[in-house]
């Protein structure tokens, strides 16, 4: 009797038991989510800095008598440093965070970018045409804020290793091969008429470039993961895997960035920011749901509202772009090409009078939007 009492005991304290592991595992998933957020909203706001750095340096020297290149000033070398620490920031989030969350805190670029260049680049204003001029800006930020504060609460808790068993399983899994066809098919289409038809319609190449991007990302996901557990103690590097997904992650920025070149030369930087960040994020967003699963086991709740946070965002970083004013030919500048949700690894050729050829890939907006902030006569 007293072995069958004790039997019944253990017994009644098994649920307790398993409650208390997943209120345990809930807690290490929002903690992970909270770090990968936190390097991508300090990563993206470092990179806008930079950039605006770098900026003001060339408005300054195109505006005075110094003789001296921009590469010779301690500002434009401080502005560098600033950028790798962000982007290093902002790859390192995607190791901690699911896809879907990373991708849409690039609107903190966006909003950065928004108030330095109010702040120390735009012209002086009068304190009467203040709230007219900026009403816009100011109440996008509002909303982008407010759409980044929603996806953070309401992010998907997907927390897989990224061995190198688990990307090689999903990467040839069924879903994920039906939106490669489907996704290389209207590339394809999407290169026809832009080459051959000339359809150079602002759509059509960030279309192109959100395609490439969505791949990017999946692939600085996979390669941020595992090299993260590998400084942990678990090697990945001997996976061959590992070396695809690297290459695909070059060589998917590198065209990224030519095409965005092309888009910075025909379109006002602040039509690429806005379009460019809502077609980006949405097919990052895709990609990542195919791919890594992220919102599997997700209630319907939760993500409508990730999605409400999604369109809060889009629709402030829209309103802060609309701001803008068109770009005047000749000005003084640096102009900064971006690439949304994607690893800044490389140099790209600058468009048209820029100085310096780093983009930001990882922060998509924020060069585009920096660029914006020019010098006015």
Same mark, same amino acid.
């Given at each position: 009797?007293?072995?069958?009492?004790?039997?019944?005991?253990?017994?009644?304290?098994?649920?307790?038991?398993?409650?208390?592991? &997943?209120?345990?595992?809930?807690?290490?998933?929002?903690?992970?989510?909270?770090?990968?957020?936190?390097?991508?909203?300090?990563?993206?706001?470092?990179?806008?800095?930079?950039?605006?750095?770098?900026?003001?340096?060339?408005?300054? +020297?195109?505006?005075?008598?110094?003789?001296? &290149?921009?590469?010779?000033?301690?500002?434009?070398?401080?502005?560098?440093?600033?950028? /790798?620490?962000?982007?290093?920031?902002?790859?390192?989030?995607?190791?901690?965070?699911?896809?879907?969350?990373?991708?849409? +805190?690039?609107?903190?670029?966006?909003?950065?970018? &928004?108030?330095?260049?109010?702040?120390?680049?735009?012209?002086?204003?009068?304190?009467?045409?203040?709230?007219?001029?900026?009403?816009?800006?100011?109440?996008?930020?509002?909303?982008?804020?407010?759409?980044?504060?929603?996806?953070?609460?309401? &992010?998907?808790?997907?927390?897989?290793?990224?061995?190198?068993?688990?990307?090689?399983?999903?990467?040839?899994?069924?879903?994920? /091969?039906?939106?490669? /066809?489907?996704?290389?098919?209207?590339?394809?289409?999407?290169?026809?008429?832009?080459?051959?038809?000339?359809?150079?319609?602002?759509?059509?190449?960030?279309?192109?470039?959100?395609?490439?991007?969505?791949?990017?990302?999946?692939?600085?996901?996979?390669?941020?993961?595992? +090299?993260? +557990?590998?400084?942990?103690?678990?090697?990945?590097?001997?996976?061959?895997?590992?070396?695809?997904?690297?290459?695909?992650?070059?060589?998917?920025?590198?065209?990224?960035?030519?095409?965005?070149?092309?888009?910075?030369?025909?379109?006002?930087?602040?039509?690429?920011?806005?379009?460019?960040?809502?077609?980006?994020?949405?097919?990052?967003?895709?990609?990542?749901?195919?791919?890594?699963?992220?919102?599997?086991?997700?209630?319907?709740?939760?993500?409508?509202?990730?999605?409400?946070?999604?369109?809060?965002?889009?629709?402030?970083?829209?309103?802060?772009?609309?701001?803008?004013?068109?770009?005047?030919?000749?000005?003084?500048?640096?102009?900064?090409?971006?690439?949304?949700?994607?690893?800044?690894?490389?140099?790209?050729?600058?468009?048209?009078?820029?100085?310096?050829? /780093?983009?930001?890939?990882?922060?998509?907006?924020?060069?585009?939007?920096?660029?914006?902030?020019?010098?006015?006569?």
């Amino acid at each position: 009797m007293d072995g069958a009492h004790s039997a019944a005991l253990q017994l009644q304290q098994l649920p307790p038991t398993s409650s208390a592991s &997943a209120v345990s595992e809930a807690s290490f998933s929002y903690k992970e989510n909270l770090i990968g957020a936190l390097l991508a909203i300090f990563g993206h706001l470092v990179v806008s800095i930079a950039l605006n750095l770098q900026k003001y340096c060339h408005i300054r +020297l195109a505006g005075s008598k110094d003789p001296r &290149a921009y590469f010779k000033t301690k500002t434009w070398w401080l502005g560098l440093f600033l950028m /790798l620490l962000g982007e290093l920031g902002v790859f390192a989030s995607y190791a901690f965070a699911p896809l879907s969350l990373i991708v849409p +805190l690039s609107a903190v670029s966006v909003i950065a970018s &928004a108030i330095i260049g109010i702040i120390f680049i735009k012209e002086k204003w009068k304190p009467k045409d203040f709230l007219r001029r900026y009403i816009l800006s100011f109440v996008g930020c509002g909303l982008a804020v407010v759409g980044t504060y929603l996806l953070v609460t309401f &992010a998907p808790n997907s927390h897989e290793k990224m061995t190198g068993e688990n990307v090689t399983r999903h990467l040839v899994s069924w879903p994920f /091969l039906l939106y490669m /066809l489907v996704e290389i098919i209207l590339f394809c289409l999407l290169l026809y008429f832009y080459k051959e038809k000339n359809a150079n319609n602002i759509v059509v190449i960030l279309l192109l470039v959100a395609l490439l991007g969505s791949m990017t990302v999946v692939t600085v996901k996979a390669v941020a993961g595992m +090299l993260v +557990l590998s400084i942990q103690g678990n090697l990945q590097l001997d996976y061959p895997i590992f070396y695809v997904m690297f290459v695909c992650m070059v060589a998917t920025a590198v065209y990224q960035a030519a095409f965005l070149s092309q888009a910075s030369q025909m379109y006002d930087s602040s039509l690429i920011a806005s379009v460019g960040y809502i077609l980006s994020t949405t097919i990052a967003i895709t990609a990542g749901a195919v791919f890594y699963l992220d919102f599997i086991g997700e209630d319907v709740l939760h993500i409508c509202m990730f999605a409400l946070g999604c369109l809060i965002a889009f629709l402030g970083v829209f309103l802060i772009t609309r701001n803008r004013k068109k770009a005047i030919p000749f000005e003084p500048y640096i102009s900064m090409d971006a690439m949304p949700g994607l690893l800044q690894i490389m140099g790209t050729a600058p468009p048209r009078n820029c100085c310096c050829g /780093l983009g930001s890939s990882l922060a998509f907006g924020s060069g585009a939007v920096a660029s914006s902030h020019k010098a006015e006569p």
